[in-house]
Nanobody, 122 residues
Framework: VQLQASGGGLVQAGGSLRLSCVAS????????LGWLRQAPGKEREHVAT????????WYADSVKGRFTISRGNAENTVYLQMNSLKPEDTAVYYC????????????????WGQGTQVTVSS
């Protein structure tokens, strides 16, 4: 499966963005899909994940209450709605397939997309 992320951009602190991830290739109904990010000089970290089977979601503590991951009407699309953005949310955001294991561990993800840049100005 190939993943294509889009929707990044420049926004002021307190603003909102919605990221989209479109999957092509084989279906991944047995798995989930996650958003992860990498800030300059930092390691990649988990942001949010959704189970494709039942819609269960997981969030990093740093984004709980501000970000929402959801599935689109098309079965191959996932969104990340980001509200109340902070400068520390600045990063390249990636979508990737969650296979198994600890959901917050970046090694549990494969088929990483190319990433989309999110920049939050103060």
């Amino acid at each position: 499966v190939q993943l294509q992320a889009s929707g990044g951009g420049l926004v002021q602190a307190g603003g909102s963005l919605r990221l989209s991830c479109v999957a092509s290739g084989r279906t991944f109904s047995r798995y989930g899909l996650g958003w992860l990010r990498q800030a300059p000089g930092k390691e990649r970290e988990h942001v949010a994940t959704i189970s494709w089977n039942d819609g269960t979601t997981w969030y990093a503590d740093s984004v709980k209450g501000r970000f929402t991951i959801s599935r689109g009407n098309a079965e191959n699309t996932v969104y990340l709605q980001m509200n109340s953005l902070k400068p520390e949310d600045t990063a390249v955001y990636y979508c990737a397939v969650y296979n198994s294991g600890y959901v917050c561990y970046t090694g549990s993800y494969t088929n990483w997309g190319q990433g989309t840049q999110v920049t939050v100005s103060s």
